[in-house]
């Protein structure tokens, strides 16, 4: 739990400085404990400028498919570089927690899968150079260590765009203090299996906003069925914002779901599961007028019995 209150503090901090970027970088992987052992990695990142030599960044890495392993995750890296000129190159080096998702397998066979969870550590240098628009070049070798199956590393490249700062007045439109917000929001449910079995979702939200920085809601959610299976609930979670455009906010989340599941359908006796689960979520807002609100939300459900899963939703809502 330490570590996560780690990423909560560093986006806290990221909430209250302006300059701030966003990067797409993809490449291979390679799994340590076998040198064949490889396959493609993504990062998808947000970095804040603390100072002329310091960052912080938070990070979604997919570390690909290798050998009966899909394993994925959220990291907080602090950066230290040299400085950032108008043109040319800078240099970097970060570290920070990593929370990790991973399926693999009980008995050596994709038949058989569990989902395992952890903490490791995520380390990361880079090489950027900066055009003469807010667009750059980056290459980034990272490398995650301190995880049970094995560590892994990867060399990625890709672009970045610097993000200009916000004024508060943009801020307080986006997010009054005191607004009410309900969505409708439908998309697909993603079983963390070797077979990635999907459904419709679909989701009704409520939202409530207490500063321009952070919101509190609940949502009902149903996940649809997946073969057998069928599992809907309720969840509550505490988002902190973040304002990309004068338009458009970047939100995590962070809760806990209160679910309903039924493993087995084609049972009439099977009983219905109740379970409760941490909830991770990343979503983005588009304010699309002083009322309408656009929306688009990626959550991870992390459980304790190998049904883990992703649910993408889009929808709209209306402030009030």
Not at 47 to 53: I, K, S, V
Not at 156 to 181: H, K, Q, T, W
Not at 182 to 202: Q, Y
Not at 296 to 320: K, P
């Amino acid at each position: 739990m330490r570590y996560l209150y780690s990423i909560f503090t560093l986006f806290t901090i990221s909430s209250v400085v302006q300059a701030q970027d966003a990067s797409l970088l993809a490449g291979a992987m390679r799994a340590d404990t076998d040198a064949g052992n490889t396959s493609f990695a993504v990062n998808v990142g947000y970095t804040q400028h603390l100072h002329n030599y310091f960052s912080v960044s938070a990070d979604y890495l997919n570390e690909g498919h290798p050998k009966l392993h899909h394993r994925d995750g959220l990291g907080a890296q602090l950066w230290a570089h040299t400085a950032v000129p108008q043109r040319g190159w800078s240099f970097g080096a970060g570290f920070g927690p990593y929370y990790y998702f991973d399926t693999t397998t009980g008995n050596g066979s994709e038949g058989d899968y569990r989902n395992e969870h952890g903490w490791g550590q995520l380390m990361s240098v880079n090489a950027i150079y900066h055009l003469h628009s807010r667009a750059y070049v980056e290459a980034r070798l990272s490398h995650t260590h301190g995880i049970t199956s094995h560590d892994s590393s990867m060399l990625m490249v890709g672009m970045g765009y610097e993000l200009g700062s916000v004024p508060r007045s943009i801020r307080l439109e986006n997010a009054d203090r005191g607004d009410n917000l309900v969505m409708l929001l439908a998309g697909r449910s993603i079983v963390n299996s070797f077979k990635s079995e999907t459904s419709t979702s679909t989701g009704l939200e409520y939202r409530r906003t207490f500063t321009p920085n952070v919101e509190g809601s609940v949502i009902l959610m149903n996940e649809g069925k997946v073969d057998a299976a069928e599992r809907k609930g309720v969840s509550a979670q505490v988002w902190l914002l973040r304002p990309f455009t004068e338009r458009t906010v970047l939100e995590m989340g962070f809760g806990a779901y209160a679910m309903l599941d039924q493993l087995d359908r084609t049972d009439p006796h099977a009983a219905r599961e109740n379970h409760v689960a941490p909830l991770a979520s990343i979503g983005m807002r588009y304010r699309i007028d002083d009322h309408w609100r656009g929306q688009l939300t990626w959550s991870r459900v992390i459980t304790n019995y190998a049904r883990d899963s992703d649910v993408f939703l889009l929808g709209a809502g209306y402030a009030f």
